[in-house]
């Protein structure tokens, strides 16, 4: 299919030939948190179930921490940090390559991992997982490129020095989307600086993240460097809290839903911490009149259906103009006619499950809202009953109106929604009206317009006649209620440490 072809070929410079085989252990084996180099259980004994969203199959029973098992972790963390600040760059430069090594090595089951937690195909989640290591290998060697400044003083007797030290213990919450990606996103940033982390991954997909942490231990990173605790959806508000609250965590990074991000920007002000938010979207996909409609159409298959619609910076609103907007309409049902869906590990399949029940509900309830409202169904329109309750068919819709659930909330399913628009200005008017602000989109062919839009949409990324923009060399975030700060490239190193001082008197 054209966007698995998209997705697969922008990072297939990343996974080698051959691939290694090394042994990881089995996905039932994860049944511990990872803290302070040894794997434990809650102290309560709790556990919860972690299903494969194809068949609801348990695939492991992990421990339900509680605010008292984070407070251990972040202890942890706190004594760790006392000698790994004082290691040198290339010295976690040398690790962190190992850490990659490890991961390279190992792509295979840690993609059939997140294949089963996650529910991607198979070959969309060794695309995931190569992208995930990339940011390992960045931050392995932007390690070594932290450097500070000499000041020209304005008086002879002083010399004025600024360098860059880490801020200490950090907390990384990181969504079910991405299981691998935005753990190494932010933990390679993290261990990179000097600092080290508290990792609290989603409760749908915790054992990539402990997977992860295995290998980040056999690669020779010490002990309480690296930690991860594991908590279902009753407990994550406690275990937020204290991360957000202990005087003890210097900063937090945090990626899911701008309400949530909300509620721990608050909790973290507290203790005035340094937040990075990488929050929800409500990205435009424009195509004007100058563009090539056929790459247009590749570049939104690319970016709407990529894990089934649920990515932050997926395509949620395709703003056609009227002179291309039937063309646009047919070619893009066509190719949506030749998804399959299905489990992740049949080669055939190209869409597969929605994370869990509750999402398939929300993704129906929003269609359906917008039927019962004057939306026109083109193509889909309902729940994949016949292969499994978490399926939803691929999804087109036309005649959307701005009071539709779909026009302004953020969809994270397999849904395109089709608004038409005469005229430049109406389509950057159209885009600009949200709160969320983090990718946006536009296909044209008309350089001066390319450089106008690419300018005036209220965004913090902007794909230019392109469907995929993220990589480990790229600045990722978003401006309005779409977040704080930046993750990749060298920015994302600088999210971790702080500018110190340091003047020399009398000299």
Known sequence: MAFIRVFTHTYSRLVPPTIIMSPVRSIASYDKAFVNGEWVSAKSSKTFKVLNPYNGEVLSNVPDMDSID???AIQAAKIAFEDWQFTTGKERSDLLRKWYNLLLKNQKEIASIITSEAGKPLQEALGEVAYGNSFIEWFSEEARRISGEVVSSPVKTKEMILVKQPIGVTALITPWNFPIAMITRKAGAALAAGCTCVIKPAEDTPLTALAVADLAHEAGIPKGVINVVTCDRGNAPAVGKVLCESPDVAGLSFTGSTEVGKLLYQQCASGVKRVGLELGGNAPFIVFSSADVDRAVEGAMASKFRNCGQTCVSANRFLIQDTIFDSFLEKIKSKMQLLVLGSGTDSKTNLGPLINETQAK????????AVQKGAKLLYGGKIASHIGERFFEPTLIT?????????TEEIFGPVVVCVKFNSEADAIEIANNTRRGLAGYFYSNNLA???????????????INEGIISSAEAAFGGIKESGIGREGSHHGIEEFTYVKYMCFGNL
Not at 362 to 369: E, G, R, W
Not at 401 to 407: A, D, G, I, R, S
């Open 362 to 369: 929300k993704v129906d309830d929003i269609v359906q809202d």
């Open 399 to 407: 005649n959307v109106t701005p009071e539709m659930k779909c026009y």
């Open 449 to 463: 317009q390319v450089w106008r839009v690419a300018k005036h949409l209220e965004v913090g990324m902007v794909g």
């Open 70 to 72: 984070v407070q251990d």
